[in-house]
């Protein structure tokens, strides 16, 4: 039987590899800095989502030794048995107060977070609305939840208000949408999705995942960017990016948050957050108050690059964010142009289908706060070169 399977798997490898769709891993041999050490060599990194630089800042590196230290490497149970620790509740305050909600509750992953979230909110009675582009985990969650799944073409919001108009036979309409999309860089209209759910009585749900310490004068993400904090229902977010450690969490009413707690699965099966990661994701938040010279230099960093890249005639597909795609289409040419940057010691992976649509694929540029201005110059030229 081993073997059948063995020979199943084989054959769905080979063609994977025939359609030039096998995803290979490099291993990196170093910190997530700008600049990362591959079998010996350094490359220049323009694809980490350590947008702020805090991955490796000392203070997170202090915070979580200390917290191991003091409470181990491990938390040995769900949060719901004996793994609910003082770290865990500190961070979950912290959430709260920097994104100005009644309460808050983690998670492992965002990607958790999202399937937990969505599948305790809606089910068989309910119909689930998303953005066409919407992150796989948004995807994931709402056909976990058993409810319809409806489409509504990306940010248009004349095709989101048509579902919500045929929809009223359902019990709860819930309405999902990443803020910043993860592909393309763009901004959903959070302010007219807000009025589109109020005006059908649906629930609201972004996903703050590239948004949160990046977008808004203190960093509390798109929504504080676009002026509606404390209007979207449900607001979802990461830590593993802008804050530099890991972990998902949703935030909203204190109502919203204790219903999570008894009814996520993701959140009640699974083992807590290791106490030293929670440390370092306070911390974390901290410094985002503390330092908003960090957003200031990704800013500065972002204009420039993208005014660069237009001045070369790349087709950046609208990005308003620190995340720039570069429209290539094909994906054999995608890869190739990803292999010879490699070969320049330029690490941007090129991104196909199935994570983009079929003739949109692409380099993900994604900068950080500590991205040199040479750094960004050598970019250019060898995007320059490769064009």
């Not at 990443?178 to 959903?188: K, L």
């Not at 699965?265 to 929670?278: E, N, Q």
């Not at 994701?281 to 960093?301: C, F, H, V």
Request: hydrophobic share 40%.
């Amino acid at each position: 039987m081993n073997d059948l399977l063995d020979r199943e798997l084989r054959r769905e490898l080979d063609d994977l590899r025939l359609s030039g769709r096998y995803r290979n891993f490099k291993i990196i041999q170093s910190a997530s800095l700008p600049e990362a050490i591959i079998q010996g060599k350094r490359y220049k990194v323009f694809c980490s989502n350590n947008y702020l630089g805090l991955a490796n800042h000392p203070r997170l590196k202090q915070a979580a030794c200390e917290a191991a230290e003091r409470l181990g490497s491990g938390s040995g149970a769900s949060r719901l048995v004996c793994g609910n620790m003082s770290a865990h509740v500190e961070l979950e305050e912290e959430l709260a107060r920097f994104k100005q909600a009644e309460a808050a509750i983690i998670f492992p992953t965002g990607y958790m977070a999202n399937l937990g979230a969505i599948s305790a909110l809606a089910g068989p009675k309910d119909t689930v609305i998303i953005d066409r582009l919407c992150h796989a985990s948004i995807i994931d969650g709402c056909r976990l939840s058993r409810a319809k799944l409806q489409v509504y073409e990306h940010l248009d919001m004349d095709s989101l208000e048509h579902v919500l108009s045929r929809s009223g036979k359902y019990r709860r309409r819930l309405v999902i949408t990443d803020s910043i999309f993860s592909m393309d860089g763009d901004i959903a209209p959070l302010p007219q999705i807000i009025e589109l759910c109020r005006r059908y009585q649906a629930v609201s749900m972004v996903d703050e995942a590239h948004a949160t310490g990046v977008f808004g004068e203190h960093g509390r993400g798109t929504l504080e960017h676009l002026g509606v904090e404390g209007q979207m229902d449900v607001v979802m977010g990461t830590l593993s990016k802008a804050v530099g450690s890991l972990g998902g969490f949703v935030v909203g009413s204190q109502v919203l948050i204790d219903y999570l707690r008894q009814n996520c699965r993701s959140f009640i099966y699974t083992t807590a957050l290791p106490p030293g990661v929670c440390a370092a994701s306070t911390a974390g938040l901290k410094i985002i108050q503390d330092e908003p010279q960090r957003r200031q230099r990704l800013w500065e960093n972002v204009e420039y690059l993208r005014r660069g890249l237009l001045e070369l005639g790349f087709n950046l597909m609208g990005s308003q964010s620190q995340i720039i795609p570069v429209l290539l289409g094909d994906e054999a040419r995608t890869i190739q142009v990803s292999e010879k940057l490699f070969r320049q010691g330029i690490l941007i992976p090129g991104i196909r289908p199935p994570t983009v649509p079929k003739g949109q694929s692409r380099l993900r540029i994604t900068l950080m706060s500590d991205h040199s201005r040479e750094d960004l110059d050598c970019l250019l030229e060898a995007l320059r070169i490769c064009g």
